[in-house]
């Protein structure tokens, strides 16, 4: 079992509330992913990173930011929540063509 | 355009029977191709990966063809148990961005009754 991990596991929040989804590694990957999943849907990547300082935006548009002050640590972040955000997020590092998944954070904007 | 088909979209078998999910490509150009197994409400895991160079690839009772000349891919489970019960993502790598992007099929829900 891959050493990443996310939280909040579940997150139930109402509209225009500020969230932060984090996600940690202990593996020292540099490149980490944040992806967007839809029940039934493919995953769709809406952020990457390739170390400390270095942030890009997906194919997916989306609201939302992420930082990499620490190699670790990859931290999503919604300003505003919207109903549209619902949805389920996958944090992900690689180290060559190997990529390991975090468990997921399920996020319900009411 | 580059995609991934997935076939079938959901697959109901009884436990000790075997099954085989079929994925269909346009990704150019290739680097590999992946096929993941993820749990309701968990992240994918990963079960084989296969080069261009690789038509087969097995991981205990799960094993991966490749035919790259007509860009398809199989995952066939034998003696299938409940535990396989989950969602079978097909995923190809193209090496036409430093990023190694990958573009993802929307699974194959195997469902493994007792």
């Known amino acids: 079992e891959a050493d990443i991990y996310q939280t909040p596991r579940y997150l139930v929040i109402g509209t225009g509330k500020k969230i932060t989804l984090e996600c940690s590694q202990t593996m020292g990957h540099d490149k980490m992913y944040w992806y967007q999943q839809d029940p039934g849907m493919e995953l769709h990547l809406i952020h990457y990173s390739y170390g400390v300082n270095s942030t890009e935006k997906g194919d997916l548009s989306s609201e939302s930011t992420v930082s990499r002050i620490r190699t670790e640590h990859f931290p999503l972040t919604l300003e505003s929540a919207r109903p549209s955000h619902t949805s389920q997020y996958l944090c992900?590092?690689?180290?060559?063509?190997?990529?390991?998944f975090g468990p997921g954070t399920r996020l319900t904007v009411t | 355009k580059n995609q991934v088909e997935q076939s079938p979209q959901s697959l109901i078998i009884l436990e000790g029977k075997n099954c085989t999910l079929q994925?269909?490509?346009?990704?150019?150009?290739?680097?590999?191709l992946r096929w993941y197994k993820q749990d309701t409400g968990r992240g994918p895991v990963s079960l084989t990966i296969?080069?261009?160079?690789?038509n087969t690839k097995s991981n205990g009772r799960y094993t991966a063809t490749l035919d790259a000349d007509t860009k398809q891919s199989s995952l066939h489970i034998t003696a299938s148990q409940l535990s396989d019960s989950a969602s079978y993502i097909c995923?190809?790598?193209?090496?036409?961005?430093?990023?190694?992007?990958?573009?993802f099929g929307r699974g194959t829900q195997l469902t493994v009754w007792p």
């Open positions: 992900a590092s690689s180290e060559l063509d190997e990529q390991y």
């Open positions: 296969m080069t261009f160079s690789e």
């Open positions: 995923v190809v790598a193209d090496r036409g961005s430093t990023l190694g992007r990958l573009y």
């Open positions: 994925c269909n490509y346009t990704v150019s150009p290739f680097s590999n």
